[in-house]
């Protein structure tokens, strides 16, 4: 049953119709199908209109009990519930939970997050939760403040990896499946049947005559006119940003920076001539002023009228790695990094930290709305933070930054990321858009959802001195240690764990203490009297409920804690203290005589000490002529020791000479034994390599070839009468047949001369490597120069571009700034390539699709280290302890002797070579280690001596 508006019972039978009561009367629905049913449920909606849910459908009737037509609706009705909104929602007894608004219905179902299809009850608590009773378990429905856009909106299907505006007000989405644009409503897509050369598309951009630009998983640049694509620019290197000045349309691509105009690519030219060292780049803005902003993996750079600016953590950042960038309406840079925000302010660079009151330091995206905030896509989820907050800090008239944290699943659905790009944008409308494995993420800044329920406060425990109080008015505790402590709680089934608190105990605390989520609170050693224990708490939301509740009590006092005692303690201290006094006296006297008789004592002790002072004074004059004697003496066997330090010196000298004469002499036979081992391997592989091309020869020779210039010669002889020939002749029946058995010869033999020479390309390419291997042993080494760890790193990945950029390896840079090194440039660069390219062969054993190669330089303490990474095929522990022997290797082509020759290298230039992998499947790291210093490099040497 339920009551209308209008104060009327409404009653659902069993076969007897709908029932009303009002003013005592009982009347009877007129709507006779109702007596062949059971209604289970009636409900009022906002408009005076009566639902009814019966075991065969849904019926609406108005205040006068006419039915009402409404969208078909054959479900068994269990329940029903008309919300605080006005919507009504119906549970069934099979197909879920259903919605009646703006006159259609939508479903929920148990695929949807229900717990069961089978609906008993329904209920919407005070914070505007609903709760639906199934008949295997309890479910909550709450709205979100962000929602998610998917598939079901009709968007393409895959995870949305980059958003951006479009000029017409909507929003251009590209996923892992295609190409949307979406106006908030509808959107178009451009998916699956739409001929784009990669469905894979990371980001887009939206250019001032309304094509769009996007990049692919084949690292096409793809441009759309219309309905049209007009345009594809393949790359080697993957495209990341776009941006649009007024000469054009700009694109980065890998670690450079293009313009495309008439139809080609063209580098970007500066007036300096040489580009800034950008490493990767990962997005760009057109600024107010016309300037062009890159965010790179080596810092932020500005790019005027073709002339660069830099910032790096030479300058002040605590980063170089720069993801997003934006511009506030005062012509203020602001920037997401990987170690927090950056701003750019009359060019000084300020940095904003986690420690400062940021959710994280990692952040992706940053929008601006039209309220003075910022939109923050971080790895802890989205956060808003004001931007007079961010300036305050800066400026130090605040301590700490002021963010609002949505992270929870009161927020967003879901906040983690997978491939999204570094991507956020806002629309027209005002509305802010961040792209989502599950779907694009809407946020309207002018509409965020607000719980402004005011939680209950319940105090549920005190204890005190170690027994439990009741809640009385006015709660008496028996002398004791004074120990308190108190248990509360509020209520929140939407974010429990986001709830605050805030506690004082009046007669004790001065202020309010800031709890947090804590729900207890402890006192000790607290005094005698009354006091009240107050505690409030707010929501996820930050409403306060500033009545909460309380806690009366008193603590009576021990018997030492009375007046009576106090006023006896005085008593018995005052007579103490006459007589200490009176003692104090007596003791001084006696003093006083005792210090005359010691001061006579004295007189007599100072002659004697005098007498014996003035002896001791002609003898030291004697002690004084000794020394200069022996001073004398030490000054000559100093210079003694002077000249044999020198000579030592020399002989030092001449025995580095002899040394460095052994270590040239044992290189060249080490060359030389490398040598002949080459040699002897190549000599191998050229008896296969003959072997392979005579095969090949002799296989066209006895090919059948031959055998079809005959067929063609009857062909031709009888071209007049075919026909009769192919049909009468008995040469003429043969020919087909014969064709038929002449191809699969031709097949056979094509085949087998491709296996051969697939083997001969084989063993070639097997020859190269080995001379490349001996040519990186000939190079001149041992020659200690100031090395660029970075330029040489870019010089070994130059070497293995072509190899890397074959076989798909992406290639990352995670680079800090480190000082050059005075070390051996040949023997690093050899580790360094040797590594690079074992990481592109375990990436391409692996098997995998996103091949990944990173490389990452660091310092600790007095020591550079160099990390390769690949995510490829690993390494198995047993193997962990062998991959440094003379001639270990895993790889059927590999020949064991590169990363032993390299682990020996590096300890000669007083570094390490370790390996690292946590086994098959899971990638590998190797990392060389090198000295920062000379000294350091001597002090290795040295210690390699010692253990020899």
């Avoid at 906002?46 to 639902?51: C, Q």
């Avoid at 959710?359 to 956060?383: E, N, Q, T």
């Avoid at 070390?823 to 692996?846: F, G, P, T």
Wanted: charged share 25%; hydrophobic share 40%; glycine share 8%.
């Amino acid at each position: 049953m339920c009551e209308d508006s209008q104060s009327r019972i409404w009653i659902g039978t069993v076969e007897r119709g709908l029932l009303c009561w009002k003013d005592g009367n009982l009347t009877q629905s007129s709507d006779e199908d109702l007596k062949k049913r059971v209604i289970f449920a009636v409900a009022a909606d906002l408009n005076g209109r009566i639902w009814a849910g019966t075991n065969f459908d849904l019926r609406c009737y108005d205040s006068q009990s006419q039915l009402q037509q409404i969208p078909s609706f054959t479900s068994s009705v269990i329940a029903l519930l008309v919300d605080s909104h006005g919507v009504l929602w119906i549970g069934t007894g099979g197909q879920g939970l259903a919605r009646f608004q703006n006159g259609a219905f939508t479903y929920f179902r148990k695929s949807d997050g229900l717990v069961s299809d089978h609906i008993n009850s329904l209920f919407e608590d005070a914070e505007g939760s609903l709760w639906i009773g199934t008949r295997d378990g309890l479910s909550q429905l709450t709205d979100l403040k962000f929602p998610i856009y998917s598939d079901q909106e009709g968007l393409v299907n895959g995870s949305n990896l980059s958003v951006s505006p479009s000029q017409k007000g909507g929003l251009w989405i590209t996923t892992s499946h295609g190409i949307c644009y979406f106006d908030g409503k509808t959107s178009k897509n451009f998916g699956d049947d739409f001929p784009l050369p990669n469905h894979y598309v990371k980001c887009g951009f939206e250019a001032r005559n309304g094509d769009f630009y996007s990049t692919d998983g084949e690292k096409n640049i793809v441009v759309i006119s219309g309905n049209t694509i007009s345009k594809v620019y393949p790359n080697v290197d993957w495209p990341r940003a776009f941006a649009e000045d007024a000469t054009g349309i700009l694109v980065a691509i890998g670690g450079a920076l293009f313009r495309i105009q008439d139809g080609e690519l063209h580098r970007f030219q500066y007036n300096s001539g040489q580009p800034p060292t950008y490493y990767w780049i990962n997005n760009l803005m057109l600024a107010s002023d016309g300037a062009i902003w890159v965010a790179s993996s080596n810092g932020l750079i500005r790019l005027k009228d073709g002339n660069p600016t830099q910032w790096t953590t030479e300058d002040g950042l605590f980063g170089n790695k720069i993801y997003t960038i934006c511009e506030d309406n005062e012509g203020t840079i602001w920037a997401g990094s990987a170690t927090g925000i950056v701003r750019i302010k009359h060019d000084l660079p300020k940095m904003i930290r986690q420690q400062n009151g940021l959710p994280d330091d990692r952040l992706y995206a940053i929008v601006p709305d039209d309220y003075g905030a910022f939109w923050v896509a971080s790895g802890r989820g989205h956060f808003r933070v004001d931007r007079q907050s961010l300036n305050d800090f800066i400026d130090g008239q605040s301590a700490r930054v002021k963010c609002d944290e949505f992270d929870g699943l009161e927020s967003i659905k879901f906040t983690d990321r997978t491939d999204q790009e570094y991507s956020g944008c806002k629309t027209l409308d005002g509305r802010i858009w961040f792209p989502n494995p599950q779907g694009v993420v809407m946020i309207d800044p002018a509409d965020v959802l607000t719980n402004n329920m005011k939680l209950p406060v319940w105090i549920g425990l005190v204890r005190a001195n170690g027994q439990d109080l009741s809640r009385n008015e006015a709660a008496v505790v028996s002398p004791g240690d004074g120990e308190l402590e108190f248990h509360f709680t509020a209520l929140s089934f939407i974010a429990p764990r986001k709830i605050r608190f805030r506690y004082r105990l009046e007669g004790y605390d001065k202020d309010w203490v800031e709890a947090g989520d804590r729900r207890m609170a402890f006192y000790t050693n607290l005094k005698p009297g009354h006091y009240s224990f107050r505690v409030i708490a707010a929501n996820a939301d930050g409403m306060w409920n500033l009545t909460g509740d309380s806690f009366k009590f008193q603590l009576l006092p021990h018997f030492h804690q009375t007046v009576w005692f106090t006023l006896l303690c005085l008593g018995v201290a005052g007579i103490t203290l006459a007589v200490l006094y009176a003692n104090r006296v007596r003791h001084l006297h006696l003093k006083q005589q005792l210090l005359q008789k010691s001061r006579d004592n004295l007189d007599a002790e100072v002659q004697t000490r005098t007498a014996e002072l003035d002896n001791a004074i002609v003898s030291l004059k004697q002690s004084v002529e000794d020394h200069e004697r022996t001073g004398a003496q030490l000054a000559r066997r100093t210079q003694s020791l002077e000249d044999e330090i020198e000579e030592r010196k020399r002989m030092q000298l001449e025995v580095e000479r002899v040394h460095q004469q052994l270590l040239a002499t044992s290189r060249q036979a080490g060359m030389a034994e490398i040598a002949t081992n080459v040699l002897h391997n190549v000599g191998n592989v050229l008896n296969s390599v003959n072997i392979s091309a005579s095969l090949v020869v002799e296989s066209v020779k006895k090919s059948k070839i031959s055998s079809l210039a005959r067929v063609v010669e009857l062909l031709e002889e009888h071209a007049g009468d075919m026909a009769t020939f192919l049909t009468s002749d008995v040469k003429g029946k043969q020919i087909t047949s014969f064709l038929a058995q002449l191809s699969e010869h031709l097949l056979a033999d094509r085949d087998a001369t491709i296996s051969e020479l697939d083997l001969l390309r084989a063993n070639i390419d097997h020859i190269k490597h080995i001379v490349a291997m001996q040519q990186n042993y000939a190079k001149v080494s041992g020659i200690r120069e100031i090395v660029n760890v970075v330029d040489l790193i870019e010089d070994g990945l130059r070497m293995n571009s072509g190899a890397l950029s074959r076989h798909g390896v992406e290639v990352a840079r995670e680079f800090e700034s480190v000082p050059d090194l005075n070390l051996d440039k040949h023997k690093i660069l050899q580790i360094l390539v040797n590594l690079i390219r074992n990481a592109k062969y375990a990436c391409e054993e692996s098997g995998r699709t996103d091949k990944r190669l990173t490389l990452r330089v660091a310092q600790a303490n007095s020591r550079i280290m160099i990390s390769v990474i690949d995510n490829g095929i690993g390494i198995p522990p047993e193997n962990l302890t062998r991959i440094f022997n003379h001639g270990f290797t895993t790889r059927e082509s590999g020949h064991g002797f590169g990363l032993h020759s390299g682990a020996l290298a590096a300890r000669e230039m007083g570094g390490a070579l370790f390996a690292y992998s946590d086994g098959l499947g899971h990638g590998a790291m190797f990392t060389l280690e090198l000295p920062l210093s000379p000294a350091e490099l001597m002090h290795e040497k040295d210690r390699q001596l010692q253990s020899a």
